[in-house]
């Protein structure tokens, strides 16, 4: 009998909170911290165990909480061999989560990976404290509506832009407070609430470009591996299994959107995956995936308790 054909998709920065390593620190895939601590010039299971929230929100910082504990969530799967009656055919991560996908699926080992987190977070935060700028979820609009009253408030001067395509019914903006705050004004014209985003810069738009950058540079001194399992990309929701600019397309995720509804589509419908399991803190995605392929069984690993239900 075949086994089931599943992908694996990894969270982004939003999802960290105190004490998020805590679940994990007494399994064996814990020593991963040591390892990314070491690459990435931070004390990462301080950041783990003991840093509060508000410090956690610092972008650099959850940056690297959010991927060490994704990363050691798949690898303590592995090692416990909880996809061992499965067949993972591919994997995808929305925003900073596209680093542990890709590190699942062999393109990047872990001390590379966590390098880039690194470069990546310190950049976002430099150009966001060189440009003011926030985000926002706008709540049950169509997306077609979404992208024409920001295309508006752009023709009056404001900058902003669509940022997330989450899923029907969620669109993330990002831009100027001021830009921000109009889109908000607006929203109910096209039948939005906004939620508002705690972030510290307009990320995946276009002030995002000194940061986009300064981490082309790292990108372009990391090796990645030619082969690979399939990862789809964020900024065009295509698999890509090797042999393609992963410098490329990860510079621009920084000033494009994450397509994350259409990437949801590629993974259930050209790669077949028929179970999509979130590895990492919260259930963000989870709930996100539930929305776009509502027929498509999910699974979260935010503990290591779960690991030996999903086998």
């Known amino acids: 009998m075949d086994r089931l054909p599943i992908g694996l998709v990894f969270p982004g920065q939003g999802t960290q909170k105190e004490k998020m390593g805590e679940p994990w620190r007494d399994t064996p895939s814990w020593a991963l911290t040591e390892e990314i601590s070491a690459a990435a010039g931070e004390d990462v299971a301080g950041l783990l165990l003991d840093t509060p929230d508000e410090q956690l929100r610092r972008t650099d910082l959850a940056q ?50 966590a390098a880039l987190v690194a470069a990546r977070g310190r950049a976002m935060r430099a150009a966001a404290e060189g440009r003011a700028g926030t985000m926002g979820v706008l709540v049950a609009a169509p997306l077609a509506e979404v992208t024409e009253l920001t295309a508006r408030v752009r023709a009056e001067g404001h900058e902003v832009w669509v ?23 607006e929203g109910p014209s096209i039948g939005a609430k906004m939620i508002r985003l705690k972030v510290g810069g307009a990320f995946h738009s276009p002030l995002m470009a000194p940061a986009a950058v300064a981490l082309r540079t790292a990108l372009e001194h990391t090796p990645f591996a030619p082969a690979h399992l399939p990862v789809v990309a964020n900024v065009d929701a295509t698999s890509y299994a090797g042999d393609c600019d992963w410098p490329g397309l990860s510079t621009r995720q920084l000033t494009s959107p994450v397509l994350w509804e259409q990437s949801v589509r590629t993974l259930v419908g050209p790669l077949g995956c028929r179970r999509l399991v979130e590895l990492g803190p919260g259930r963000t995605l989870t709930g996100l995936i539930r929305r776009i392929a509502p027929d498509t069984e999910t699974a979260s690993v935010d503990s290591p308790a779960v690991l030996p239900v999903l086998a």
């Open 64 to 113: 690297l909480a959010v991927f060490t504990v994704s990363v050691v969530a798949h690898a303590e799967a592995v090692r416990t061999g909880t996809f061992a009656g499965q067949r993972v055919v591919a994997c995808a991560g929305h925003s900073l989560g596209e680093y542990s996908a890709l590190t699942a699926a062999g393109a990047l080992t872990v001390p590379a990976a």
């Open 163 to 185: 940022a997330n395509v989450n899923a029907p019914g969620q669109t993330v903006v990002s831009g100027t407070p001021e830009a921000i705050d109009r889109i908000e004004a």
